[in-house]
């Protein structure tokens, strides 16, 4: 896979097996596994989660520049100090899904009543 960059476009695995073209919406590194989590947004508007193996010299270059690594200016390595840092995560990373995307992810969150919170 050529160089992951925000906006470009590229060929993913699809959920029905087989590949698509999606653009690169936005992404994570895990330098220590050497690899990358990026969403990705087919032309039917669905985003797809792949993890992309990274070169050591793709690694390099993120521990080089870990905000500018995709192509674009991005936070990296914030933590969560107030309740507004949370909203502020939640907000940057899900403010543009769908909501079909969301209920998807909440599918897998515990029932309120069952929660041991």
């Not at 897998?108 to 069952?114: A, L």
Request: glycine residues 6%.
């Amino acid at each position: 896979m050529q160089r992951l960059l925000v906006g470009n476009r590229y060929v993913v695995p699809a959920a029905d097996g087989g590949d698509v073209e999606a653009v690169l919406e936005q992404g994570t590194v895990s330098p220590e596994q050497a690899d990358a989590w990026c969403v990705f947004r087919t032309d039917e508007g669905q985003q797809v989660l792949v993890s992309v193996p990274l070169s050591s010299e793709e690694v390099a270059l993120y521990n080089a520049s870990p905000e500018t690594f995709f192509g674009v200016r991005s936070h990296v390595g914030s933590t969560i100090k107030w309740p507004w840092d949370a909203f502020d995560f939640l907000w940057t990373s899900y403010s543009r899904s769908s909501l079909a995307t969301l209920q998807r992810f909440a599918q897998s969150m515990p029932d309120k009543d069952t929660c041991c919170c």
